[in-house]
T-cell receptor, first 112, second 114 residues
Framework: EDKVVQSPLSLVVHEGDTVTLNCSYE??????LLWYKQEKKAPTFLFML????IEKKSGRLSSILDKKELFSILNITATQTGDSAIYLC????????????FGTGTRLQVTL | NAGVTQTPKFQVLKTGQSMTLQCAQD?????MSWYRQDPGMGLRLIHY???????DQGEVPNGYNVSRSTTEDFPLRLLSAAPSQTSVYFC?????????????FGEGSWLTVV
């Protein structure tokens, strides 16, 4: 059974801190690892990672994949209150159906 | 520019009632899916479809039916609602074989079964 595990489950930090969110996966026919940010409504796409060791970066957010150890991290530097959200990690499998298996998410709260 | 449209946004049902969550997309996507999201559980796949006339079960299909008579629509039916089906439901669509960065989510439907 495909499985994605995220840690920590929740995190409270002060504005300006740097955070690292973890995602490990066990997925048959792994294709890619995706990160989403979810505020009050639907998840919004952040990154897709398919190759090991290549960092994806968008502003203060960055992510990297390790396909040998089967994990990914999402870093957020200089956190802001607007970063408060649930961060979801999902593993996509190959094939026509290409299912996404989601982790439970990490709830991040950034306080002033 | 509608994308994925889900209705209703909020619904309260009594145990045993049936209802249908509607999902429509206007992007000509072949793949459509329904997820439910519960606290501490992430998103779990209920049913999915890779094209009109084709549906398949996901991780948590019990108590739900789907059909795909057209490319655009993918309704989710609760046959006899139970309190365990209280959840937030998301419909999503993308091109077949596409990876997650092309997945589009609806705004969600908050369902409470009392």
């Amino acid at each position: 059974e495909d499985k994605v595990v995220q840690s920590p489950l929740s995190l409270v930090v002060h504005e300006g801190d740097t955070v690292t969110l973890n995602c490990s996966y066990e997925v048959t026919n792994f294709r890619s690892l995706l990160w989403y940010k979810q505020e009050k409504k639907a998840p919004t796409f952040l990154f897709m990672l398919t190759s090991s060791g290549i960092e994806k970066k968008s502003g203060r957010l960055s992510s990297i994949l390790d396909k040998k150890e089967l994990f990914s991290i999402l870093n957020i530097t200089a956190t802001q209150t607007g970063d408060s959200a649930i961060y979801l990690c999902a593993a996509a499998s190959t094939g026509t159906a290409s299912k996404l298996t989601f982790g439970t998410g990490t709830r991040l709260q950034v306080t002033l | 520019n509608a994308g994925v449209t889900q209705t209703p946004k909020f619904q309260v049902l009594k145990t045993g009632q049936s209802m249908t969550l509607q999902c429509a997309q206007d992007m000509n996507h072949e793949y459509m899916s329904w997820y439910r999201q519960d606290p501490g559980m992430g998103l779990r796949l209920i049913h999915y479809s890779v094209g009109a006339g084709i549906t398949d079960q996901g991780e948590v299909p019990n108590g739900y039916n789907v059909s795909r008579s057209t490319t655009e629509d993918f309704p989710l039916r609760l046959l006899s609602a139970a309190p365990s089906q209280t959840s937030v439901y998301f419909c999503a669509s993308r091109q077949t074989g596409g990876s997650g960065n092309t997945i589009y989510f609806g705004e969600g439907s908050w369902l409470t079964v009392v």
